[in-house]
């Protein structure tokens, strides 16, 4: 809700004519700011039992156990992203609350996703890992195709239980959020999809591997917070 239909909304209610930028002041005054809601998957009461019992048994875990770990998601980049926003009003650091949350329904929008990397990486990734390479991915139908799962199972990888709807524990989320920034940040920008392929490889090969070495020591922590909040997304 923004101010200008705050204002309004005032008005009917009172009579009382007021302007949009008084409602401004007024709620700035309070600590209140315009700000995008943190956009989150819903969440169902198995989803959180799963989301904590994956928490508990590898809350432990030390770096050489995920670092045997290969980390995967299909992340979606577009030419034209869409500019849309919403905003809602809210103090600083609530970002998590529940309240200033958006939960949407994932994989209900059209887009293409490119995910041919079994063979081409995963397997001599895991040949280079060795015997305790494990593969994480997401829950989603394609992973779950009998196809993949044979195939995975006559390489013998072995595959991470991972909870459903918890893209907020997967480190390789905030990869893609750097490489995202870093190619909006890219003057020209990508005008077409040729460019938008190029530019994402560009950037892909400037992330420092110390941000990924960082992410990968962030999982004891992640853990630990996921079981700390009980219900609630991770920051």
Not at 9 to 28: E, K
Not at 55 to 71: G, K, M
Request: hydrophobic share 40%; proline share 7%; glycine share 4%.
């Amino acid at each position: 809700m923004n101010a200008t239909l705050l204002e309004k909304n005032l008005r009917s209610a009172t009579g009382t004519p007021v302007s949009t930028q008084t409602v401004r002041n007024r709620l700035h005054g309070l600590g209140l700011y315009a700000r995008q809601p943190m956009v989150c998957a819903r969440l169902t009461s198995r989803h959180h039992r799963d989301r904590r019992e994956w928490a508990t048994e590898h809350v432990n875990w030390r770096r050489n156990e995920w670092s045997n770990v290969l980390f995967s998601d299909e992340p979606r980049f577009s030419v034209h992203p869409d500019n849309r926003r919403i905003f809602i009003w809210r103090d600083r650091g609530s970002r998590n609350n529940l309240a200033f949350v958006h939960a949407s329904v994932r994989f209900g929008g059209g887009g293409v996703l490119v995910d041919e990397i079994l063979r081409p990486i995963v397997v001599p990734y895991s040949a280079a890992i060795g015997d305790d390479f494990i593969l994480m991915d997401d829950n989603c139908r394609p992973h779950c195709a009998n196809l993949v799962k044979d195939f995975l199972f006559e390489e013998g990888i072995l595959r991470m239980e991972w909870p459903a709807c918890s893209p907020d524990i997967n480190p390789i989320e905030l990869v893609w959020e750097a490489l995202e920034r870093r190619v909006a940040g890219r003057q020209p920008p990508p005008q077409t999809l040729q460019e938008l392929e190029r530019a994402l490889l560009e950037e892909w090969d400037r992330i420092p591997q110390l941000v990924i070495i960082s992410l990968i020591d962030s999982m004891p922590q992640r853990c630990s917070t996921l079981l700390a909040i009980r219900r609630n997304h991770t920051p």
